[in-house]
């Protein structure tokens, strides 16, 4: 019977995986052109918040006004697609983010995408909040990513001060 315990519990365990950054082109470091975020309906107004009060508080400049991901913009300006999936495994907790930006010709700028169950562990209850702009932190190349996936890896992500 112990054996079994254990057996499960260890299936338990290696199910259960923390964060990874799966795809990353990060935004140019020296990107000076105007952010438009998508009017996607599926993106949550939270995240929408949490991700412009970055990019406005780190300096970049961002539309106050949203766009269809196919509209049409300015040479100036560049489209920031974003999206963050939660899931429940135990409790609500965030799994997905995928960030997307690309010029006014359509053009591939940068990419990222999280997977927070892409290793062992049981950070991925994580704060939502606080992992998006470490994640934010990491796209606009404010830090390494293997210093994200440290924090990541070992829930830090909580206590980060960003």
């Given at each position: ?8 519990t260890?299936l ?8 990874g ?26 995240v ?51 960030l997307d ?25 994580g ?10 932190n990491?796209?606009f ?6 210093d ?14 960003l």
């Open positions: 019977m112990k054996k079994v315990i254990l057996a499960f260890l338990i365990i290696s199910g259960c995986s923390s964060n950054l799966t795809a990353l082109k990060p935004m140019p470091a020296n990107f000076d052109k105007q952010i438009v975020l998508t009017n996607d309906t599926k993106q949550t107004e939270n929408r918040d949490i991700v412009t009060t970055w990019m406005v508080t780190n300096g970049y400049d961002v539309s106050k006004e949203t766009a269809n991901p196919t509209a049409k913009l300015a040479d100036n300006q560049v489209m920031f697609e974003f999206n963050a999936n939660w899931w429940w495994d135990m409790a609500t907790y965030m799994r997905f983010v995928n930006v690309t010029d006014n010709q359509g053009n591939k700028v940068a990419e990222l995408d999280f997977d927070s169950v892409r290793y062992g562990g049981f950070d991925k209850f704060n939502a909040e606080e992992r998006l702009n470490l994640i934010m990491v796209f190349q404010k830090i390494s990513v293997q994200a996936e440290r924090q990541l890896e070992h829930g830090k992500d909580k206590n980060v001060s």
